[in-house]
């Protein structure tokens, strides 16, 4: 156990630990998120106080945050919170770890219907921890949103997150692969999705953080169909919605977008991300005159 360490030693020595499998500036960033929830101050407060001594139960609550670390088990999943779109959300290994690009699609979302004045249906598929339908109820108050998982444990953390966050949501377990089900769906105005698009061989090259610890489900696709739910998100839509968006492998684009162009699509639209790679689509059935 560590003996008597100040606010500075303890960040100095969680950092040097973390280099071990960190870049130092990811190891800094991991660091400054540890001692911010045990001490609950924000890096400003704790530098004004960095001679301060922590006291013992934070000590062992920061060894049993860095023994997990070293694991490589993510900071978002050892502190079970991560923020998205403005608000903080549970986190556990059940469910993915929402990513900055989701919430360029939920921006994307929101710029195509927030003119509208009807009570639009939205289908969030495959939501996880229910970030995208939770940030798009919060932000177009007047949506009716649905949104489903073929995972009871996801939903979980969904509906959790929904009753944390204040965001009437009618969440549905389904398997979105098996097209029979669809007829239980009611139609919708839009449908959005951050389907699964890892091609499996993608495991051994990925990092730790990811491979071993984030849901396998809710990532991983077949070597020989690796645009499987893209195929399926296109007829879902064809059948039961209008408008589509959909985060995208950046590996894929003109492959997923081929997809939604034979299946009638008037319009389908690419863009790229922040850092310029191609990662969302959307697609609508018609063109307004």
Not at 31 to 39: F, G
Not at 55 to 70: F, R, V
């Amino acid at each position: 156990m560590f003996v008597c360490m100040t606010r500075h030693e303890a960040n100095q020595h969680l950092i040097r630990q973390l280099k071990k499998i960190y870049d130092p500036g990811e190891a800094m960033h991991i660091a400054d998120l540890i001692m911010e929830k045990i001490t609950g101050k924000s890096r400003v407060d704790r530098l004004a106080g960095l001679n301060e001594k922590i006291s013992g139960s934070d000590q062992e609550l920061l060894e049993k945050y860095t023994s997990e670390l070293l694991t490589s088990k993510p900071v978002q999943y050892v502190l079970n919170e991560t923020w998205f779109a403005g608000m903080k959300l549970y986190v556990d290994e059940n469910v993915l770890i929402p990513r900055p690009e989701t919430e360029e699609l939920v921006e994307w979302v929101i710029e195509e219907v927030k003119s509208e004045t009807k009570n639009l249906s939205l289908l969030d598929v495959g939501t996880g921890s229910g970030c995208i339908a939770i940030a798009l109820k919060k932000k177009l108050p007047h949506l009716n949103v649905y949104a489903i998982d073929i995972s009871e444990k996801a939903l979980a953390v969904a509906k959790k997150n929904a009753l944390q966050n204040n965001a009437d949501i009618t969440f549905i377990q389904m398997n979105i692969l098996d097209d029979n089900k669809w007829k239980e769906l009611r139609e919708f105005d839009v449908i959005v999705s951050n389907p699964p698009y890892v091609p499996e061989e993608d495991k051994n090259t990925m990092h730790d953080n990811v491979a071993r610890f984030e849901p396998h489900l809710a990532l991983f696709v077949p070597d020989n169909d690796p645009l499987i739910f893209y195929k399926t998100l296109a007829g879902l839509a064809k059948n039961k919605g209008e408008k589509i968006f959909v985060e995208i492998s950046d590996r894929f684009p003109d492959e997923t977008r081929d997809i939604f162009l034979k299946q009638g699509f008037s319009e389908t639209i690419i863009r790229k991300d922040i850092n310029n790679n191609p990662r969302m689509i959307y697609s609508r059935l018609t063109i307004d005159d």
